[in-house]
């Protein structure tokens, strides 16, 4: 359905107003109502060509011709590619005539131009400018004749396009992409957008927005032309990347309780967070700070025994989530930057591995240098190699409290890890078990009536190793989004799939909470991940650590609404 809307100001009025040419003019010149300056391509100032357009629409008498319908042949370069439906116009032509005269060009004049048009029929005498419709029309009611205005002076290119599309854009008979592709072949002849919009009398808003539309992929016209796909959604979708607007609109289709304003604003959220992460690698490297891209192909498998446990400062460089009275960065510190989702993390590595015996006791807690040039950093206690590294000087006490620090904060790391893992395969456990309807119900509701806003496509991967349903198998060249091809997939799995499938993503969103921010090892849990943590002790098999107890002490009355308590358990 076309979109409903006028002409602007002056070109509205030129457009109706009778005389805006003479009737005397000769073909092939260019007619110019008095006051007209500004010429368009193609020797005719864009006021001339509304004016020609009136003067075509409402001539005198002398203008006027009768020939065969026959003889004539639409435009091939006619913005409208469909006429539509001519019953009702076919009926009134056969009651009682063409009224209107079709505005034409003589052949010769319209092949002047383009040599190689191929018209229909291939002998026609004259081609259509305007009254496309009623030239359908009467030949679908049989009129042998038809009135007609020869227009050469409209003939050229620029000229031609022009006046269909205006003619189109006056009677509104355009579909937006018609309007897009007619304002893209101006654009395409060095037209502006403020020349377009000048020469149709259409706002310079509009016009850009039209000939934004001719970004969009072809599954996404479709559903355009179709009605499926707005034009307020269509723009909003091309706030994206071009690479990202068929996925973006699929994901949309599939998730339609986000709608395509919730799905663009995402992306976006997460389009920035990377820039903002490419900005901080730059600013580091400028600071002087190695970077890495992968931990684990950096570090191999053991690579969380690298990771430095606390904040650091860089100077000059604005830091995600530090604390301004944080240390300064050690030199032989290493910086990884992640984005997850609309959010930037910085963490911080050495090549100096950490080894323990035993997660969260601190027992064998060493630091052993990686390759040459991997002993920087604090050297522990009772060694060598520093200034007052045996003297009893001052920094020596110094540095002693600054490596028990650092060795607390790696242990409590440590056991955080150790409990992350632990309660990664409590989780596995919950789904892939008997999974009670009603503890489903209550996993879900808490996540949809706590976190209304959960962003599957940063957990699905790790509910699908816990649903036993690889993400791997939909990452093919034949799936364009393979989240959302998997989420599709489990939802038509069957009930007991699609429950174990709802409470994984779920419980993964919450994991992914849990493990998120600076403090990440030591702030205080919400009333929610206190009722998750207990959940997965219930029900789960999982074993409580000592500052799970702590944490969830801190939390009076979190147990409300959560499974039944269970002795051994903290309420």
Same mark, same amino acid.
């Given at each position: 359905?076309?979109?409903?809307?006028?002409?602007?100001?002056? @070109?509205?009025?030129?457009?109706?107003?009778?005389?805006?040419?003479?009737?005397?003019?000769?073909?092939?010149?260019?007619?110019?109502?008095?006051?007209?300056?500004?010429?368009?391509?193609?020797?005719?100032?864009?006021?001339?060509?509304?004016?020609?357009?009136?003067?075509?629409?409402?001539?005198?008498?002398?203008?006027?011709?009768?020939?065969?319908?026959?003889?004539?042949?639409?435009?091939?370069?006619?913005?409208?590619?469909?006429?539509?439906?001519?019953?009702?116009?076919?009926?009134?032509?056969?009651?009682?005539?063409?009224?209107?005269?079709?505005?034409?060009?003589?052949?010769?004049?319209?092949?002047?131009?383009?040599?190689?048009?191929?018209?229909?029929?291939?002998?026609?005498?004259?081609?259509?400018?305007?009254?496309?419709?009623?030239?359908?029309?009467?030949?679908? @009611?049989?009129?042998?004749?038809?009135?007609?205005?020869?227009?050469?002076?409209?003939?050229?290119?620029?000229? $031609?396009?022009?006046?269909?599309?205006?003619?189109?854009?006056?009677? /509104?008979?355009?579909?937006?992409?018609?309007?897009?592709?007619?304002?893209?072949?101006?654009?395409?002849?060095?037209?502006?957008?403020?020349?377009?919009?000048?020469?149709?009398?259409?706002?310079?808003? /509009?016009?850009?927005?039209?000939?934004?539309?001719?970004?969009?992929? @072809?599954?996404?016209?479709?559903?355009?032309?179709?009605?499926?796909?707005?034009?307020?959604?269509?723009?909003?979708?091309?706030?994206?990347?071009?690479?990202?607007?068929?996925?973006?609109?699929?994901?949309?289709?599939?998730?339609?309780?986000?709608?395509?304003?919730?799905?663009?604003?995402?992306?976006?959220?997460?389009?920035?967070?990377?820039?903002?992460?490419?900005?901080?690698?730059?600013?580091?490297?400028?600071?002087?700070?190695?970077?890495?891209?992968?931990?684990?192909?950096?570090?191999?498998?053991?690579?969380?025994?690298?990771?430095?446990?606390?904040?650091?400062?860089?100077?000059?460089?604005?830091?995600?989530?530090?604390?301004?009275?944080?240390?300064?960065?050690?030199?032989?510190?290493?910086?990884?930057?992640?984005?997850?989702?609309?959010?930037?993390?910085?963490?911080?590595?050495?090549? /100096?591995?950490?080894?323990?015996?035993?997660?969260?006791?601190?027992?064998?807690?060493?630091?052993?240098?990686?390759?040459?040039?991997?002993?920087?950093?604090?050297?522990?206690?009772?060694?060598?190699?520093?200034?007052?590294?045996?003297?009893?000087?001052?920094?020596?006490?110094?540095?002693?409290?600054?490596?028990?620090?650092?060795?607390?904060?790696?242990?409590?790391?440590?056991?955080?890890?150790?409990?992350?893992?632990?309660?990664?395969?409590?989780?596995?456990?919950?789904?892939?078990? /008997?999974?009670?309807?009603?503890?489903?119900?209550?996993?879900?509701?808490?996540?949809?009536?706590?976190?209304?806003?959960?962003?599957?496509?940063?957990?699905?991967?790790?509910?699908?190793?816990?649903?036993?349903?690889?993400?791997?198998?939909?990452?093919?060249?034949?799936?364009?989004?393979?989240?959302?091809?998997?989420?599709?997939?489990? $939802?038509?799995?069957?009930?007991?799939?699609?429950?174990?499938?709802?409470?994984?993503?779920?419980?993964?969103?919450?994991?992914?909470?849990?493990?998120?921010?600076?403090?990440?090892?030591?702030?205080?849990?919400?009333?929610?991940?206190?009722?998750?943590?207990?959940?997965?002790?219930?029900?789960?098999?999982?074993?409580?650590?000592?500052?799970?107890?702590?944490?969830?002490?801190?939390?009076?009355?979190?147990?409300?609404?959560?499974?039944?308590?269970?002795?051994?358990?903290?309420?």
């Amino acid at each position: 359905m076309a979109t409903k809307r006028g002409l602007q100001g002056a @070109a509205a009025a030129r457009i109706g107003r009778r005389g805006g040419a003479s009737p005397a003019t000769a073909p092939g010149e260019a007619r110019t109502p008095a006051g007209g300056d500004g010429a368009s391509a193609g020797g005719a100032p864009a006021a001339g060509i509304l004016g020609a357009i009136a003067a075509a629409v409402e001539p005198s008498g002398a203008d006027r011709v009768e020939v065969e319908v026959a003889r004539l042949a639409p435009n091939p370069e006619n913005p409208r590619g469909d006429v539509g439906d001519v019953t009702e116009i076919a009926a009134s032509i056969a009651e009682a005539g063409v009224l209107q005269p079709l505005v034409v060009v003589t052949r010769a004049a319209y092949l002047a131009t383009r040599p190689d048009a191929v018209l229909d029929p291939a002998d026609a005498e004259w081609i259509v400018l305007i009254g496309h419709r009623r030239r359908a029309g009467a030949l679908h @009611a049989g009129v042998a004749t038809v009135p007609i205005i020869v227009r050469d002076d409209l003939a050229d290119v620029d000229n $031609a396009l022009i006046t269909m599309l205006v003619e189109n854009l006056q009677r /509104q008979d355009l579909s937006p992409m018609e309007e897009a592709a007619a304002f893209g072949r101006l654009r395409e002849r060095g037209w502006s957008e403020r020349k377009i919009a000048t020469g149709t009398g259409v706002s310079p808003g /509009q016009v850009h927005k039209r000939l934004s539309l001719l970004r969009l992929p @072809a599954k996404l016209v479709t559903a355009l032309t179709a009605g499926d796909l707005t034009i307020a959604d269509a723009l909003r979708l091309l706030e994206l990347p071009d690479d990202e607007l068929s996925s973006a609109w699929a994901q949309a289709t599939k998730e339609n309780w986000r709608g395509v304003r919730g799905v663009v604003e995402s992306r976006l959220a997460t389009l920035r967070a990377r820039e903002r992460a490419e900005q901080l690698r730059a600013a580091l490297t400028t600071a002087g700070i190695e970077l890495i891209d992968d931990p684990e192909t950096e570090f191999g498998a053991q690579y969380w025994h690298h990771k430095l446990t606390r904040d650091y400062t860089v100077p000059g460089v604005e830091l995600p989530d530090t604390a301004q009275d944080a240390p300064a960065a050690p030199d032989d510190a290493l910086a990884h930057v992640a984005t997850y989702g609309p959010n930037v993390r910085l963490t911080w590595y050495t090549r /100096q591995l950490r080894e323990h015996t035993s997660p969260g006791t601190g027992e064998g807690d060493n630091f052993v240098p990686v390759g040459p040039g991997a002993s920087g950093g604090s050297t522990p206690a009772g060694t060598t190699g520093g200034p007052g590294g045996a003297t009893g000087e001052p920094d020596d006490e110094q540095a002693r409290e600054r490596e028990e620090q650092r060795r607390a904060e790696q242990r409590r790391a440590d056991a955080a890890r150790a409990a992350a893992d632990a309660r990664d395969s409590a989780c596995a456990r919950l789904v892939t078990g /008997q999974l009670d309807p009603e503890l489903a119900v209550e996993i879900l509701a808490d996540t949809l009536l706590v976190d209304h806003s959960v962003e599957p496509y940063e957990v699905v991967d790790r509910a699908a190793e816990w649903v036993g349903a690889p993400l791997a198998e939909f990452d093919r060249d034949d799936i364009e989004d393979p989240i959302s091809a998997w989420l599709e997939a489990q $939802a038509g799995a069957g009930r007991l799939p699609v429950r174990r499938a709802a409470v994984a993503v779920a419980l993964a969103e919450i994991e992914n909470a849990l493990g998120w921010g600076a403090t990440w090892t030591t702030r205080a849990w919400t009333a929610r991940e206190c009722r998750h943590v207990r959940r997965l002790a219930v029900h789960a098999g999982y074993d409580l650590t000592p500052d799970d107890e702590r944490r969830l002490g801190t939390q009076e009355g979190a147990s409300s609404g959560s499974a039944p308590h269970v002795e051994g358990t903290p309420r």
